[in-house]
T-cell receptor, first 112, second 116 residues
Framework: QQPVQSPQAVILREGEDAVINCSSS?????VHWYRQKHGEAPVFLMILLKGGEQKGHEKISASFNEKKQQSSLYLTASQLSYSGTYFCGTEIGGTSYGKLTFGQGTILTVHP | ETGVTQTPRHLVMGMTNKKSLKCEQHLGHNAMYWYKQSAKKPLELMFVYNFKEQTENNSVPSRFSPECPNSSHLFLHLHTLQPEDSALYLC???????????????FGPGTRLTVL
């Protein structure tokens, strides 16, 4: 069953912040975040392993709440280059390592 | 990022044609994947190979036939496709499938397939 992302779309002005959520009904081993620009390949942003850790990548960070089976991606002081579709991919582990189930995506648009 | 390449980038084929998609990774990875990305749908995992062995077939119709001759190359053979198979087909690779983050996947640019 695919994870649910919210919101489906968000529009920002440069410098504003955004949060994208990814929720699963299954116990997760990890959550992978990707960004895809139109006509391009998805680009890996970061992976969160179970344990509730938080990771950061420049002004983009993420957290994983194991209790809620939810991950959140935080984009601070957004830049025009942040525009694109953000996907979370969830992994339940065990014999299913590598088998990612992706959410429907969140379209982020950053305006000047 | 040129770690994962795919050819052709665009393909138009009739329902009776046979064609193949090619993926090559230059990252020294051991696991490779095929995904289908249709408009307004999430990425769908199709096949997973680890050290040339298929570990996952996500209920994919037999008109799609994967082949992995070595850890660097992955093919998707297509025959008697349907118009609803038109989509972007993405290849990805990861170090392996042992978990602990080593299954982080790196994607190629995709092949845009149109079935007439």
């Amino acid at each position: 069953q695919q994870p649910v992302q919210s919101p489906q779309a968000v529009i920002l002005r440069e410098g504003e912040d955004a949060v994208i959520n990814c929720s699963s009904s299954k116990a997760l081993y990890s959550v992978h975040w990707y960004r895809q620009k139109h006509g391009e390949a998805p680009v890996f942003l970061m992976i969160l392993l179970k344990g509730g850790e938080q990771k950061g990548h420049e002004k983009i960070s993420a957290s994983f709440n194991e209790k809620k089976q939810q991950s959140s991606l935080y984009l601070t002081a957004s830049q025009l280059s942040y525009s694109g579709t953000y996907f979370c991919g969830t992994e339940i582990g065990g014999t299913s390592y590598g088998k990612l189930t992706f959410g429907q995506g969140t379209i982020l648009t950053v305006h000047p | 990022e040129t770690g994962v390449t795919q050819t052709p980038r665009h393909l138009v084929m009739g329902m009776t044609n046979k064609k193949s998609l090619k993926c090559e990774q230059h990252l020294g990875h051991n696991a490779m994947y095929w995904y289908k990305q249709s408009a307004k749908k999430p990425l769908e995992l199709m096949f997973v190979y680890n050290f040339k062995e298929q570990t996952e077939n996500n209920s994919v119709p037999s008109r799609f036939s994967p082949e992995c001759p070595n850890s660097s190359h992955l093919f998707l053979h297509l025959h008697t496709l349907q118009p609803e198979d038109s989509a972007l087909y993405l290849c990805a690779s990861s170090q392996d499938l042992t978990g602990v983050g080593t299954d982080t996947q790196y994607f190629g640019p995709g092949t845009r397939l149109t079935v007439l």
